[in-house]
Each structure stands twice: as C-alpha cells, then as structure tokens.
C-alpha cells in the first residue's frame, strides 16, 4: 500500500478538542500526486516516482518531459520524488503508471504521520543563534565579545581546529522530520488536512507525509470552529383554541 503523499504547507492556526483543549493546527493542501513512473531497485522492490506541483510542460526539461508525456499528461511537475510500497506483493494491483493519487487514497482523520519538510533560510548566523551559546561574560573589561564563540583551539596537540568544530556559518535549510503528528481533520471538497502541531518549512513549501501505521483519537469541536452548521431547533406550534 502507499503510505506517502505530498503537499503543500498553508498555515498555522488553532483548534480546541471536544474536552476544551487547545491545539496547535498545520493546515496542508494535498493537490494531485501524479505517478509518473515506475523503477526496480537493486534491492528488488519497487519505486515509483511521483510528481508534484503543476507547471507549463514546455518549461521542464526534454527528458523529463517526454516522460511525462509518455505517461499521459499533458502538464509539467515542479519536483519528482521517489517512493516505495509497503505490504504489497504485488505492486503493479497498486499503483498504475499514469494514474493520480489523492488524499483520500492515503490518508484517513486519526492516522499518525510524520511530516518531512525543508527549515526555513536563516542565511549566515552566528553561534548563538545557530547552535544556541550562552555567550561569553560581559564582566572584567569584556564588553565587544559577549556574543563571540570564544576559544575553539587545543593549543599545541593538535595544533588544529578539530573537524566539526560548532561555529558561525549558514542557518538553516535542512532536511527535518517531525513525528508524532496526528490528522485531526480533513476537507475532501477542498483537498486539506490538518494535523496537530508544527511543520517544517515556510508557507507554501512542499512537504513529504508519511503513514506510520498507528492511530490516535483527538476529537475536535467542528462546532466551535463553524465547521459544522447547527441543525435549527422546530418551533413548537401552538394552537390557540377558540373560546
């Protein structure tokens, strides 16, 4: 079965669970996944690629799309992944070259999923900031270099800064994996889902999801959050009875 799909992050907002809890909500917009090809790997399992993103087909590249068009699109996809089936013995019953993936197919409100995503650009930060130093003392006539690394040599042996030293340098832009997430709900007219807690990336990023297997309840108040209409109470009618 496939366990991944791709989307792209929206927001962050909030939620509360039927108990009054507070959540913290990612929202994620799941747009078609597009199977684009199929590939054997040298461990013998199967790897199709994905694709995900639209774009203007003359605007990929001519290898990439006359593989795309050879699977029966006619439109272009900003980036390609590869994934591979869990629990299939026969992958070919799963998943067909040319065919589209949706939310619904993958993921269902419940399902623990870890999220993989891009961290945001930092640009060139300094040791504080990037790997979270103290900072030196701003006493004894120490007043320009509270925020400075401080001492990163060994003095005679080695005689060399040693390989990994934590120092200042670019911030950010890391491949990272939050688990532990949970759908808490999910809007097929729309195609968007929610999960209860922090993703990575800016808005707008594209994010791999991950089906772990597990589930977990977590039970919002769909009232509270008008996602639900009320059902209008029947006004009782009373007869008036003639004197």
Known sequence: MLNTIFATKMEMSQAWSEDGKRLPIT??????NLVIS?????DKQTTFEIGYGQKKLKNV???LREQIKKSGFSFGVKQIEGVKLVGEENPESALIV???VSLADVLAVGDVVEIQGS???????????????????KTHGQSDRARAVGSIGSGTTPGRI?????????YGQETKTVAGLV???I???NNELWVNGPVPGFNSSVVRIIKTGSTKEIKLNLGLLGLVKSEPQAAEVVEESKS
């Open 98 to 100: 040319g065919s589209v």
């Open 119 to 137: 961290t945001k650009g930092r640009g060139f930060a300094g040791a504080m900031k990037r790997h979270g130093f103290h900072g030196g003392p």
């Open 27 to 32: 929202k994620l917009k799941v747009s078609e």
């Open 183 to 185: 759908v808490v709900y």
């Open 187 to 189: 809007d097929e007219k």
């Open 61 to 63: 590249n001519k290898p």
């Open 162 to 170: 040693w390989k990994g030293k934590r120092m200042p340098g670019r």
């Open 38 to 42: 199929k590939k054997e790997t040298q």
